[in-house]
């Protein structure tokens, strides 16, 4: 029960800094910010990961290599398209 | 689930809290575009501590990883690199979908792989399998709507919010099911089917002008079930990353409701009131609308010395954002002062309008927020409203019967000179009249945005 508590106490806390940052966010970056969440939120692809262990049943490992592939589309894709579109972004010369 | 590392647990889990660190301030970095570019490395740095870190753990099936990983990272470097800047809100719609499914999937494994589970993992299992499935269909159809593969429009269906209830109702008896009885992995399966067919029901009847908040609302489903897959693993950085992520999207969804003036219940149970009993086009417009031409528009800039564009969608499929930065070229060269006012849901996501000028190479300090320019506006000698109509729309502040009654709008009205480049004096998807265009110091210039600009370009190196 104690680690639930802990990991209810991370939840939260990581909330309230969430929505901290995010107000600060100008509305000009709000299409990088969504595109990089989506890139952040492929985290799973670390419990990805450890699903595909080698004496795993075979269905695990499945949704495992699934998952891995899910996720490294996001990870992958959101860092990416994030980093071309805020390179466009130039102030005043 | 137990999982043994190569290193000792201690350094894995320092890794990860290094790696949540990086993430927030990576985000932080987004609060101004001069460090933005910054804040997205960190933040991706962040992620490949963590991948590096995990790949450490003991016996894994390292050639299965490299194939998804290869696959995956290919589709999506793939996509990111073509991906057109007036398809970012298809791309984001598809990448919430794959970050609600990847969940889906990392939740179903982690349950088939642990031992005896107690209602903590079997609850946040289920809870998992529900926000994931949902995202992952759900996004799917914003995905086809925003594509227009689906009708984009309203689709009204009676007994849908019943039926909805219903099937929601039924995912969480299943919750409860998997609780009870752990052994029965087929519940998890059967909530997984529901929230999936819930996904459908409930994004299939949104209207196309509401897709900013769906997509909004959908990123932060994405995160809240990467939130809830770290409940499974009790994995910390799942559940910071996972939850940043979710906060960031209902702050989001939160802005797009306001600038619609809408309640989120209203985009997703209601539809939009019937405009009917306001006044009739042929009221509002009977000859007073006065269209203009090109050399006129010429003309008007000789004596301005402040000029605001106030662009809407129309711009972008008109993909007029290159012609009107070549005339904001022309204007500054006279040393007139160019500013663009941006309205919140000027675009089909989030911030989209600036990110399709910042790709005509607009500078950002130029775009300005919708507060900002309203607070200055009267000083604006001619405004050039292109291809905007609902969010310029004054009846949003003097009728408090219209549809659009108390909508955060632009007040382009309240400019000496409106120029108002559009085709016709068509509705936006409002569907009511706009007296803008009747007004005295509005103009139309009526044609297609890119042409009509093109047009005015040659006046004025004529002039």
């Known amino acids: ?93 | 689930m137990q999982q043994h590392f190569l290193i000792p647990d201690s350094w894995v889990n320092l890794a990860y809290v290094a790696a949540a660190i990086l993430f927030i301030v990576g985000l932080k970095g987004l609060t101004h575009p001069r460090t933005a570019v910054r804040g997205n490395l960190q933040s991706a740095l962040g992620m490949l501590l963590a991948v590096v870190v995990t790949l450490l753990a003991d016996g894994l099936a390292y050639q299965w990883i490299l194939l998804g990983a290869l696959i995956g990272g290919l589709v999506g470097g793939i996509a990111a690199v073509r991906v057109r800047m007036t398809q970012m809100p298809e791309m984001v719609a598809l990448f919430n979908g794959f970050g609600g499914g990847a969940s889906v999937l990392v939740a179903g494994a982690a349950f088939m792989l642990t031992a005896d589970p107690g209602a903590r993992t079997t609850v946040s299992t289920g809870l998992s399998g529900l926000i994931g499935s949902v995202t992952f269909t759900g996004s799917l159809i914003a995905f086809g709507k925003l594509a227009e593969i689906l009708p984009g429009g309203q689709i009204g269906l009676p007994g849908l919010k019943a039926f909805n209830a219903l099937m929601g109702a039924a995912a969480l008896a299943c919750v409860g099911w998997l609780t009870v009885d752990p052994t029965a992995t087929e519940a998890y399966w059967i909530i997984v089917a529901i929230a999936g067919v819930l996904g459908v029901t409930l994004t299939i009847p949104i209207g196309g002008a509401d897709m900013p908040v769906v997509i909004s609302l959908l990123n932060s489903y994405s995160g809240l079930a990467a939130a809830a897959t770290g409940f499974v693993l009790m994995n910390n950085v799942l559940i910071i990353a996972g939850s940043l992520v979710g906060a960031s999207g209902i702050i989001l969804t939160r802005i797009m409701c306001k600038a619609m003036n809408r309640s989120l219940g209203h985009v997703l149970f209601g539809s939009l009131g019937p405009g009917a009993d306001g006044p009739s086009a042929d009221d509002v417009y009977g000859g007073k609308v006065k269209a203009t031409s090109p050399d006129e528009v010429a003309m008007l800039f000789d004596t301005a010395r402040r000029v605001l564009f106030v662009p809407g969608y129309g711009l972008a499929v008109a993909q007029a954002q290159h012609v009107v930065k070549n005339l904001a070229g022309i204007l500054e060269g006279r040393g007139i002062v160019v500013e663009y006012g941006i309205h919140p849901v000027a675009g089909r996501m989030p911030g989209h309008m600036n990110v399709l000028l910042a790709e005509a190479d607009v500078p950002y300090e130029q775009l300005k927020e919708m507060d900002e320019i309203n607070q200055e506006i009267e000083q604006v000698d001619v405004c050039m409203v292109i291809g905007a109509n609902d969010v310029v729309n004054p009846v949003a502040r003097t009728d408090p019967r219209s549809p659009i009654a108390g909508m955060p709008i632009i007040d382009v009205d309240k400019a000496r000179t409106v120029v108002v480049v559009k085709r016709s004096l068509s509705p936006g998807f409002a569907g009511i009249p706009n007296p803008l265009f009747a007004a005295d110091n509005c103009l139309m210039l009526f044609g297609d945005g890119k042409k009509a600009l093109m047009e005015l370009v040659e006046s004025l190196k004529n002039s």
């Open chain 1, 1 to 93: 029960m104690d680690a639930l508590v802990a990991a209810v106490t991370v939840f939260v806390l990581a909330v309230f800094i969430g929505f901290e940052i995010i107000t600060k966010v100008p509305p000009t970056l709000h299409t990088p910010l969504m595109s990089g969440s989506n890139a952040i939120s492929g985290i799973t692809l670390i419990g990805a990961v450890i699903s595909t262990r080698v004496d795993n049943p075979k269905l695990a490992t499945i949704l495992g290599v699934a998952a891995v592939a899910f996720a490294m589309i996001n990870v992958v894709g959101g860092y990416l398209v994030t980093h071309r579109m805020l390179g466009m972004f130039k102030g005043k010369r």
